[in-house]
């Protein structure tokens, strides 16, 4: 049995789709658990319009993604929790994808597939990877996550995965008080303390359509600075863990040019260096962003298109 929540703020467009799409999975053994963060549109009656007993709405004051993401999984009654943001949807196997991982790889704490980009005007793709995987064939355990994760793409995103809920409570679930990138470290904790299993299989869609998806606040120091960098010392027995907090700043330093805030940008580079400094995507990603800024191309796209080359 696996709990699926689904945190909701506004997405009154989008929250059906996302239900739906968990309804239509060929592997039927699930909750849905709606959190309704404080929506202020018609979010939750169209979740309440919805019929079927598997759903369960819980509606709160806006506290943000991980708060309700966090009250989520204690309304949770299994042991397994899927997530799903309310903009995003599955394909018709991705639970029973996921069932299939856990049957396989008891030992394993996350259980994760692959998925697509969808962005608007640009052809559905999916993940680019840095690295090969650490196993043969189409799924397997995924020993080297920080060294996949350093690099422009995640091999998981917040749609893509489910985790024992065991081992979420082990750090705390996600932290309160990020604006921004609460995901990416709680998957990076996760590591600390399990192993991932992963099938190459993409299952869901990541929709990258709306500003919300892209505000990332650019501060001189953040919550999720110091975040990153305590894993030097809490995962210093993972490997690719000095290049995937290197690769943390590395992207901190992107939005800090985007931004035109040079000092920042020099702050965030020598982070990187110090971290890492035997990487030439450091240098290329700096290039390539102020060439994204002086000619007004997406930087995705001129990612992706260098990425496919190499192949």
Request: hydrophobic share 40%; aromatic share 12%.
């Amino acid at each position: 049995m696996i709990s699926v929540i689904i945190p909701l703020y506004n997405k009154e467009r989008y929250i059906k789709r996302a239900i739906c799409s968990v309804l239509n999975q060929s592997f039927g053994n699930f909750e849905i658990i709606v959190i309704n963060d404080g929506s202020t549109d018609n979010s939750a009656s169209i979740v309440e319009s919805i019929d079927d007993t598997r759903i369960k709405l819980i509606n709160q004051k806006n506290t943000g993604v991980s708060a309700a993401r966090n009250k989520g999984i204690a309304e949770s009654k299994y042991n397994f929790i899927a997530f799903l943001d309310a903009d995003d949807e599955w394909k018709e196997n991705h639970l029973a994808i996921i069932a299939s991982l856990i049957e396989k790889y008891p030992s394993c704490g996350v259980f994760a597939t692959s998925y697509y980009f969808l962005k608007k005007g640009i052809a559905p793709s999916t993940p680019i990877l840095p690295n090969r995987f650490s196993f043969e064939g189409e799924e397997g355990i995924m020993d080297n996550y920080y060294e996949m994760a350093a690099g422009t793409d995640f091999p998981i995103h917040m749609s893509s995965f489910a985790v024992r809920k065991t081992e979420i409570q082990k750090i705390e679930g996600f932290p309160i008080g990020i604006p921004s990138g609460e995901d990416i470290i709680t998957l990076a904790r996760l590591f600390t303390v399990c192993d991932f299993a992963y099938s190459k299989v993409p299952t869901s869609i990541y929709y990258i359509l709306y500003e919300t998806k892209n505000e990332r606040p650019i501060q001189k120091m953040q919550p999720l600075d110091i975040a990153f960098d305590s894993l030097l010392t809490t995962a210093a027995q993972r490997k690719g863990v000095r290049q995937f907090v290197s690769s943390w700043h590395k992207r901190r330093m992107v939005g800090a040019i985007y931004a035109h805030r040079y000092r920042l940008m020099f702050h965030e580079f020598g982070k990187a260096f110090l971290i890492h400094p035997f990487q030439k995507k450091l240098y290329t990603s700096m290039l390539i962003t102020f060439f994204s800024v002086w000619t007004g191309k997406d930087l995705y796209s001129i990612n992706q298109k260098l990425k496919r080359r190499k192949r």
